[in-house]
């Protein structure tokens, strides 16, 4: 970490500090900030192991100022500090906060580089400078060049840069599935758990059984386990969903490494390593190495490249409250229901469980993107704004009109039905199109479309299903949007 490697060990004090704000500002799965504290006093204490002098200021400390802000001046006064090193935050309401205190505090704030990333702010923006369009795709065979990932000389290993087109099985009921490493928590965590019991009481998710890893070495084994059980199958499987597996082949490591608990590159090149060995096929090493050096590095440039303006955009002028039911799971929607009861408790969705069922719920309904992007900030133990936001009203809501993707993830129960077992054991049928019992994504396929069609219609992706639609007869039109309302004013 870049504030750490620029401290000097025999004279500078680390601060760390477990603040209010930072717990509540929305309110976070008690998994997530459970897992959080925990991982920091761990790592306080192997860095006073290390001899470095840490300044620890506990959640429940008498003089807790409540604000990391309020810690730094607090800490400056009390170690009489003459500068204050800080590594660049991951979210602009901190990053502003920082700024503000710079031009107060009585020493200087030196801002250094997060270099955990590949790509930092300023090589993003020079990247996007002058491009007419930006797709990811782009900027992750940039990236495989740079990085030299999966490379043949100047070519991609298996000579395409990109197997997704592979990676799009449904899965069995017959498959094995190992899951994520799961720790037992010792006495820091068990301290923790009974504080976060106390203390957030009203916020969202199951506590307990809390079994993530909360150090490094803990994290390491949990990749080295999906490395050997589900890294081989990750790729067949990414877009694949079941009731009763949460996890399938996912790897479960981007709170780890969001945190700072694993390095993306290194467990890159563990990946790589993997395929160079022959131990995992290449549309799974590939398709998993695209996700941390092309996806997160990419939504991470283009947030701070748009921020502070892009917490706002609101594409189709979405106004609806998120349902109830997304902090209940109490719906009868049963691919809804599954992914929220699993959210709850797990703190946890796969990546196509967030785009494809809750995101994709939303937008058909058309729901407020601010209230969605906050539902996923909170309830997800990987979430933090910088790599949340943009996957959330870019990817999943197309609130920033395309941006991020070239068409909306927009999907009628068909494609939930071809990707998981929810179906088989919902109230509605997936098969039938209309009226009281038709699968709801259905009918809101049709009526969100319908709805948006001056701002979509002229996306060529989307021409044929315009055709479709225009083919249908106005009485079947004017029924699939009845139904939609119907629905809406039931639910919402
Ligand atoms: C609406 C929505 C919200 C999301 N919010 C977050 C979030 O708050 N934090 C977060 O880390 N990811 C977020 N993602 C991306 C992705 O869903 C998660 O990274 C992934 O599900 C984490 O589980 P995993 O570690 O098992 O990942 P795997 O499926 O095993 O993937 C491997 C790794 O690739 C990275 N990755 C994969 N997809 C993405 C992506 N689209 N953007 C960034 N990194 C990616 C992660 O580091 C992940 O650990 C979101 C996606 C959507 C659609
Ligand atoms: S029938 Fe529709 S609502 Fe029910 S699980 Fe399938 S996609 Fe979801």
Not at 42 to 68: C, I, M, P, T
Not at 197 to 212: A, C, K, N, V, Y
Not at 373 to 385: G, Q, R, T
């Amino acid at each position: 970490m870049s504030s750490l490697s620029a401290a000097d060990r025999d004279q500078d004090v680390v601060l760390m500090a477990e603040v209010l704000e930072e717990a509540t500002y929305v309110p976070h799965h008690k998994k997530k900030i459970t897992f959080l504290f925990s991982a920091m006093r761990h790592f306080a204490q192997e860095l006073r192991e290390a001899r470095w002098a840490v300044d620890y200021v506990k959640l429940d400390d008498a003089k807790n100022s409540g604000s990391l802000i309020g810690e730094i001046e607090l800490a400056v006064k009390n170690h009489g500090c003459d500068r204050v090193l800080v590594t660049e935050p991951g979210e602009w309401r901190l990053s502003k906060s920082l700024e503000e205190l710079t031009n107060r505090l009585s020493v200087p704030l030196t801002l250094l580089v997060d270099d955990r990333f590949l790509c930092s702010r300023s090589e993003f923006a020079d990247w996007a400078d002058g491009r007419k369009q930006l797709r990811m795709e782009y900027f992750y065979r940039d990236m495989r060049r740079k990085t030299g990932l999966l490379m043949d000389g100047d070519k991609p290993e298996g000579g395409k840069w990109n197997f997704d087109a592979e990676n799009r099985n449904p899965a069995g009921n017959d498959l094995d599935f190992a899951g994520p490493k799961r720790f037992e928590p010792d006495a820091i965590t068990t301290d923790i758990l009974a504080l976060v019991s106390d203390r957030f009481t009203d916020h969202f998710g199951t506590l307990e059984p809390f079994w993530f890893a909360v150090t490094r070495r803990d994290a390491e084994a949990a990749l080295q386990q999906f490395i050997e059980s589900g890294l081989p199958s990750f790729g067949d499987y990414q877009d694949a969903m079941l009731s009763d597996e949460s996890f399938l082949f996912h790897a479960v490591i981007a709170l780890y490494i969001n945190a700072g608990l694993l390095d993306p590159l290194t467990v890159c090149r563990r990946i790589e390593e993997e395929f160079r060995k022959g131990r995992v096929p290449l549309n799974s090493a590939e398709g998993f190495i695209r996700q941390i050096i092309g996806w997160r590095e990419y939504v991470r440039g283009i947030y701070w490249l748009k921020m502070p303006d892009y917490v706002n955009q609101n594409f189709f002028g979405n106004s609806r409250q998120l349902p109830a039911f997304y902090w209940s799971g109490k719906t009868d929607m049963a691919c809804l229901r599954a992914c929220i009861e699993q959210t709850r408790d797990e703190a946890y969705a796969h990546h196509i469980q967030r785009l494809m069922v809750t995101g994709n719920f939303a937008m058909l309904a058309g729901v407020d993107p601010k209230a969605v992007h906050k539902w996923y900030l909170a309830v997800y133990s990987d979430a933090y704004e910088w790599v949340e936001l943009p996957n959330t009203l870019g990817m999943s809501q197309f609130a920033d009109g395309g941006l991020l993707g070239s068409k909306p993830y927009a999907a009628s129960g068909n494609y939930i039905n071809k990707m998981s077992d929810y179906c088989s054991s919902c109230r509605y049928k997936v098969k039938e199109k209309q009226g009281s019992i038709a699968c709801p994504f259905n009918y809101l396929y049709w009526d969100f479309l319908a709805r948006n069609r001056e701002r979509l219609g002229n996306n060529p992706r989307l021409a044929p299903v315009y055709r479709t639609w225009d083919r249908m007869s106005e009485d079947r039109k004017k029924s699939l949007q009845e139904d939609a309302a119907r629905f809406l004013i039931s639910q919402v």
